[in-house]
């Protein structure tokens, strides 16, 4: 089975802190994604990561950024945190070709 | 653009059917999926359909396609209490292999006893 864990269920965080969220698949993936989850708003893409190293913008990238250094790892930053951060956050990987993306249990983040 | 839509929230009394219908913008994605999320939970796969077909049947589960009316919906028979949770429809998109899934924002499915 694929496994897709997030480091953290539930993470309270102050304005203006550094905030790293982490992804980890153990099946070998190639392409990892970010999204936030927001009553209403559905899911919406943060960032991806085609490959080691490699990222792409998605819908809102706005106040994050990505590392992808080990194919296994992806983490989304939020460089300062702020309020309007609050939300799900979702991270999935996907083994090409194939679209079907494995999800992970999600952190809800709350900042303060 | 590309956009994926739903209706918000459903309904049901346990032991009927449920419908949840979606529709969709890029005649071109190559497969459509159904996932499920329970509270708390992240996203579970749980079913999907290549653009090719009509309908695919997997236990409870119906999924029909109409490709002209760019229309998909998904049917649970017997819902049960168990079922209730946030239904995600979503399409592939042009034949990109390696870029996201695009969601729609959820159809809360509620189950009464």
């Known amino acids: 089975d694929v496994k897709v864990t997030q480091s953290s269920r539930y993470l309270v965080k102050r304005t203006g802190e550094k905030v790293f969220l982490e992804c980890v698949q153990d099946m070998d993936h190639e392409n990892m994604f970010w999204y936030r989850q927001d009553p209403g708003l559905g899911l919406r893409l943060i960032y991806f990561s085609y490959d080691v190293k490699m990222k792409e913008k998605g819908d809102i990238p706005e106040g994050y950024s990505v590392s992808r250094e080990k194919k296994e790892r992806f983490s989304l930053i939020l460089e300062s945190a702020s309020t309007n951060q609050t939300s799900m956050y979702l991270c999935?990987?996907?083994?090409?070709?194939?679209?079907?993306?494995?999800f992970g249990p999600g952190t809800r983040l709350t900042v303060t | 653009g590309e956009d994926v839509e739903q209706s918000l929230f459903l309904s049901v009394r346990e032991g009927d059917s449920s419908v949840i219908n979606c529709t969709y913008t890029?005649?071109?994605?190559?497969?459509l999926y159904w996932y499920k999320q329970e509270p708390g939970a992240g996203l579970q796969l749980l079913t999907y359909?290549?653009?090719?077909?009509d309908m695919k049947q997997d236990q409870r589960l119906t999924v029909l396609l109409n490709k002209k009316d760019k229309h998909l919906s998904l049917r649970i028979a017997d819902t049960q209490t168990g079922d209730s949770a946030i239904y995600f429809c979503?399409?592939?998109?042009?034949?990109?292999?390696?870029?996201?899934?695009?969601f729609g924002k959820g159809t809360t499915l509620s189950v009464s006893s």
């Open positions: 359909i290549f653009s090719n077909m």
């Open positions: 979503a399409e592939s998109g042009p034949n990109q292999a390696g870029t996201a899934l695009i």
């Open positions: 999935a990987s996907k083994k090409l070709p194939s679209y079907e993306q494995y």
């Open positions: 890029d005649s071109s994605s190559t497969y």
